[in-house]
């Protein structure tokens, strides 16, 4: 299977997905769908979920979430140089403080073998969330590595997401 980028160039050939869970596990995919309406839903600001998704899917190689919350995160008006700056968000100026702390927690969370969450980066956190709102980043970091282990396993392919808006 060879796909095309939008510029009519050829694209690298991608293997072909493995397996179709929403077909194979439908009321367990129905389960996930509905975990990830509740984070949507949780009352956190949408471009903080989308840069939390979008991190977390450039650390667990998802190139499937990578190109949707990218495109979800420009859908709801984020700016092209923070979607670009966004893995190396440390060394930019882009950022708000809180958006930096949950980028961090978002690192730790999802490196859990590195040494896991420390106390320090979860107090650096709990200075811009209150305790209800660390507990819905924490679900949304959560279920958003949910989603980038069933895309890598199933081999979900990048490129065919439109966004809502």
């Known amino acids: 299977m060879t796909t095309t980028t939008t510029s009519g160039q050829a694209a690298t050939p991608m293997p072909?997905?493995?397996i179709s869970l929403s077909d194979l596990t439908p009321d367990i995919y129905r389960a996930m769908i509905a975990l990830?309406?509740?984070?949507?839903?949780s009352g956190l600001e949408r471009p903080l979920l989308e840069l939390v998704r979008i991190r977390a899917s450039q650390i667990n190689g998802c190139a499937y979430c990578v190109d949707?919350?990218?495109?979800?995160?420009r859908a709801g008006g984020e700016r092209e140089q923070r979607l670009h700056a966004l893995a190396v968000w440390h060394e930019t100026p882009f950022f708000t403080p809180r958006e930096?702390?949950?980028l961090e927690l978002t690192e730790a969370a999802t490196r859990l073998p590195g040494g896991g969450v420390d106390d320090e980066?979860?107090?650096?956190?709990?200075?811009?969330?209150?305790?209800e709102e660390l507990g819905?980043?924490?679900w949304a970091i959560t279920v958003i590595n949910a989603w980038n282990r069933i895309g890598v396993t199933?081999?979900?392919v990048p490129g065919e997401y439109t966004p809502d808006a």
């Open 68 to 73: 949707m919350h990218t495109l979800d995160a």
């Open 154 to 156: 199933s081999r979900l």
């Open 16 to 18: 072909a997905p493995r």
């Open 36 to 41: 990830d309406g509740a984070v949507a839903r």
């Open 136 to 138: 819905k980043l924490i």
């Open 100 to 102: 930096r702390a949950a």
């Open 121 to 131: 980066v979860f107090a650096r956190a709990a200075e811009h969330f209150t305790e």
